[in-house]
């Protein structure tokens, strides 16, 4: 509730500002008001180019007099909502080229990076760190090539030859089914790389569809394979991969954010919609 009413304040904080600037730099009167609720002060007094309101919760922009011309005026209370929604996409932008993107799927080698609790991986004794290096014979160098591997041996009893430093051995496991599919539990070490504008872009851009692909629906898409959690094609790792940095935070963050822009911008613009018809009728 928290993360809710301080992205309410300040996603509306920017909107305002944008719109309080807009509309001074298109020759159109406007107010900030501050919070929300009855105004304080007179009502037989019109309050200067700040008005507060009881309720420190919500910023808004408030167009004075529209007689400088209609077209202008609708123009600066549109920026207010798209620059409620540019802010946290272009802070997750940032994010992204600070931290640079994960491989979650870096080899050859194919290096185990997280071995789920109880799974098959996990009885055999394969940990973290260990190089899977065959499959029933087949030699393994990626996370895709274990996953095409076992894909259809769920149920049966399959040899697994791993390295861990120079020790080589081989284990037996049986993968677990899962519909027409079969895992060992087991995904790769990922590996983060630099990524330019251009391609922090992209990666944001896939990260919130896959963001708002987990908000509409709770079921895993059909090429989704089980050795990864759906949260987006970004790789943010989660706490139980290991204490999270500064930039994956506020990557973190913003990509939060980008749920609930839309809704707080939605709120802003029938906020401005509703002054501006009684600024109009004045």
């Known amino acids: 509730m928290l993360g809710l009413v301080l992205s309410a304040i300040v996603l509306s904080l920017v909107g305002a500002l944008a719109q309080r600037g807009a509309a001074a730099m298109l020759g159109v009167p406007a107010r900030l008001v501050l919070g929300t609720g009855p105004r304080i002060g007179p009502r037989d007094r019109e309050p200067g180019p700040i008005e507060f309101r009881p309720l420190p919760v919500w910023v808004s922009a408030r167009i004075v007099d529209v007689r400088g011309g209609l077209g202008r005026a609708v123009a600066a209370l549109a920026v207010g909502p798209i620059a409620m929604l540019l802010l946290p996409a272009a802070i997750l932008v940032v994010a992204v080229v600070e931290r640079g993107a994960e491989e979650i799927d870096p080899g050859p080698p194919l290096v185990v990076g997280f071995v789920e609790e109880g799974s098959p991986a996990h009885v055999a004794g394969i940990a973290p760190g260990d190089v899977v290096e065959s499959v029933d014979g087949r030699a393994i160098d990626t ?24 020790t080589r051995r081989e284990v037996a496991l049986v993968p677990l089914s899962i519909g027409d599919r079969a895992v060992i539990g087991v995904r790769a070490r990922p590996e983060r790389r630099a990524v330019g504008v251009g391609e922090a872009i992209a990666v944001s851009a896939r990260a919130v569809v896959g963001l ?32 999270l940095d500064g930039a994956t935070r506020v990557a ?8 609930v822009a839309p809704l707080w911008a939605i709120v802003a613009s029938i906020g401005s919609a509703i002054a501006f018809v009684g600024a109009r009728r004045r």
């Open 143 to 166: 996370l895709a090539s274990l996953i095409d591997a076992v894909r259809a041996r769920g149920g049966i009893e399959t040899p697994v030859v791993v390295r861990r430093g120079e």
């Open 212 to 243: 708002w692909r987990n908000l509409i629906s709770s079921v895993a898409p059909d090429d989704h394979d089980g050795t990864e959690p759906i949260v987006g094609p970004v790789g943010l790792r989660g706490a139980r991969d290991g204490a």
């Open 252 to 259: 973190l963050i913003a990509l939060a954010w980008t749920a």
